[in-house]
């Protein structure tokens, strides 16, 4: 299935002519021949997201035209008995709105997929296969409490019991109470073998004095690893790492752009110093909301399945200047309100990721009848697919409204809260 350029290569490629000069952008009618294989239950006249100027303008030989728009003669096309399709608009984005049907059409009509790739059967096909592998060899995973890395020790522990070993490192820069959670549930609830170590005085030790983003997160990477490391030696030689690696982390490591943006984001690599045989990656093949639904099969609770992204050095690049212990309790207990508000309004699962930044700026304000000189707090909110590019949020103003209400009476040391209306590009996500 040939998609815009893949439509012009594919028709080019066979003898088709492909010509410039028929620019389109945006939503176009289109209409479509329902009697093709693709297009099966999809109206005659459907809607499409286009994006080109040059056209396809005389298809190949034994090839039929199925779909139209006013300025492209050929939208679709194909050879249905060499099984070769071809859209010049894009069915993979959310502007065709029956685009998916388009490729779901192709997968079951065409190539004759089934859908038998569900996370119940992964999950139990991975837990037997991890078991296996395993035997009684010893695993050791490193856990940060977020989606990933929990729901592949999950996995693990299922597959091996205590021979996996969990070392979950508390840097002091984690959201409210989010290192107890990780305790109580894995240490406590599913009875893992669980290393958790407050290493906070050591990270904010390293940290004093920095306000330079790239130093920060270095250090913390740093740091991490040095605590991991030391950890992972009182154990001794294992056979196999864990690592929570998801599709998007194999295609980022890629070339490219994409592997220089998200280079900052990995936070210190593999330790050098941890003796093992083999890693394993059991989420190496899946989608983010993949890895959900197999935490949902392994009966993890939806509030931990359902956590946004939160970077390795955490709030380290969410205090712009000097960490302190004193600005981190103040932005834990800000960035707890607009998230619990944000719930509230029941807004949490489509906002891709919200929450709040201590700006280094203090400004007067009064409180009763005294001045105050307390700092700034921006909540930052964003709706995005991939990351790469973001909307900020409209969050309605009566959200807006408690939540500003809840964080000045709430939490002292804050006297301003700004709304971030910027959307990515030009700004990041994260503010620093
Ligand atoms: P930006 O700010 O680059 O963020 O638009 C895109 C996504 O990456 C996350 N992010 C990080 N994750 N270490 C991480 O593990 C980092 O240093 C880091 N910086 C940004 C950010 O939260 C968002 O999901």
């Known amino acids: ?19 410039a000069g028929a620019n389109e952008y945006g939503k ?19 809607v499409c997201w286009m994006s080109h100027t040059d056209y396809i303008n005389q298809v190949p030989v034994d090839f039929k035209i199925t779909a139209k728009t006013v300025n492209c003669p050929v939208a679709a096309m194909e050879n249905a008995a060499k099984k070769l399709y071809a859209v010049q608009f894009h069915p993979e ?69 205590d021979n996996l070993t ?48 790239e130093q920060k997160r270095k250090i913390i990477g740093r740091e991490f690893i040095r605590v991991f490391e030391a950890q992972a030696k009182k154990i001794g030689k ?30 210190g690599g593999l330790p050098d110093h941890v003796e093992f045989d083999e890693i394993i990656e059991p989420l190496r093949d899946l989608f ?11 009966g993890m609770p939806e509030n931990m399945v359902y956590r946004q992204p939160f970077p390795g050095p955490g709030l380290g690049v969410r205090i712009i200047g000097e960490i302190t212990r004193e600005k981190i309790a103040i932005l834990q207990d800000a960035d707890a309100i607009f ?8 807004l949490d699962r489509e906002i891709g990721q919200h929450f709040a930044v201590l700006t280094d700026l203090r400004s007067v304000g009064v409180m009763g009848d005294f001045r105050t000189y307390d700092y700034t707090v921006a909540l930052r909110a964003v709706t995005t697919s991939d990351f790469m590019t973001a909307d900020w949020a409209t ?33 990041t996500i994260e503010w620093l």
């Open 339 to 346: 998230r619990e508000e944000i719930a509230n309004a029941g």
């Open 288 to 298: 983010k909301d993949e890895v959900r639904k197999v935490g949902l099969e392994l």
């Open 93 to 161: 984005v959310m502007h065709t709105p029956l685009g998916a049907r388009m490729i779901r059409n192709f997968l079951y009509n065409v190539c004759g997929c089934k859908g038998e790739w569900t996370m119940s059967s992964f999950t139990k096909r991975t837990i037997k296969a991890l078991k296996e592998k395993i035997g009684d060899k010893k695993v050791l995973c490193a856990l940060s409490g977020g989606v990933d890395s929990s729901v592949a020790a999950l996995l693990l522990h299922k597959a091996c019991g």
């Open 28 to 46: 176009v009618d289109v209409a479509v021949d329902t009697a093709s294989k693709l297009f099966e239950e999809i109206p005659s006249k459907t």
């Open 238 to 267: 294992v056979d196999f790492l864990v690592q929570g690696t998801i599709y998007p982390d194999v295609i980022e490591s890629g070339v490219g752009d994409a592997a220089l943006i998200k280079s900052h984001h990995n936070v």
């Open 166 to 213: 969990c070392i979950f490192v508390d840097h002091g820069l984690l959201r409210k109470d989010e290192a107890k959670q990780v305790n109580e549930l894995f240490g406590g609830a599913y009875n893992i073998n669980l290393i958790s170590v407050d290493a906070s005085e050591q990270f904010l030790g390293q940290l004093r004095g920095i306000s330079d983003p």
């Open 1 to 19: 299935m040939g998609i815009c350029y893949g439509a012009q290569l594919m028709a080019h490629m066979l003898g088709g002519i492909v010509e």
């Open 395 to 427: 969050i309605p103003y009566d959200v807006l409204n408690t939540v500003s209400r809840r964080i000045v009476n709430e939490v002292k040391g804050i006297n301003r809260i700004v709304y971030d209306i910027t959307s990515k590009p030009p700004a």
